[in-house]
């Protein structure tokens, strides 16, 4: 899953990088948008995969249990990942169609680049009426460090 990888002919070393967020949903539809995990600027970022875990009450719950909706996408030019295509009106995906499930998490073919200094953006809107709950999101993937 990591070594070392050639984009536009320049050769990069795949270092394992997690970012962890949590987010607190305390009200029944409860939509957050304009969402940022700013990156800390060390290297670039190919976001490979897309974890989550439902907490309620300080106990782990099975996903599915407070479903959310959720679309993410990259501060560099508005660029989002999900669409409903020509005159959609909602571009936020259930969690376990975009996450997967507790035991197959969603994997992103091909990673998702960011810049060393941009941002994932996301957004969630609450759909379980099951508040209140937390998000414990991760997005898992590599930095790209440059091989000399």
């Known amino acids: 899953m990591y070594g070392v990888i050639t984009i536009n002919g320049k050769q990069y070393m795949e270092r394992p990088q997690y ?3 949590d987010v607190n949903i305390t009200v029944n539809g409860q939509t957050l948008l ?9 290297a670039p970022f190919r976001l490979k995969q897309l974890n989550r875990t439902i907490i309620k009450a300080n106990a782990v719950v099975t996903n599915g249990t407070c479903p959310f909706k959720f679309k993410f996408g990259t501060s560099e030019g508005g660029v989002w990942y ?8 909602n571009d936020r995906v259930v969690d376990t ?4 499930s507790s035991q197959f998490p969603g994997v992103l073919i091909p990673p998702v680049f960011y ?3 941009s ?9 379980s009426n099951n508040q209140p709950y ?3 999101l991760v997005f898992t993937g590599a930095y790209l460090i440059p091989v000399q």
């Open 82 to 89: 999900s669409q409903a295509g020509v005159g959609g009106t």
């Open 34 to 42: 304009a969402q940022r995990l700013v990156l800390p600027g060390v």
């Open 119 to 127: 941002s994932i953006t996301f957004e969630i809107e609450d759909i």
């Open 19 to 21: 970012f962890p967020q």
């Open 97 to 100: 169609n975009i996450f997967g």
């Open 134 to 136: 937390t998000i414990s």
């Open 115 to 117: 810049d060393a200094t």
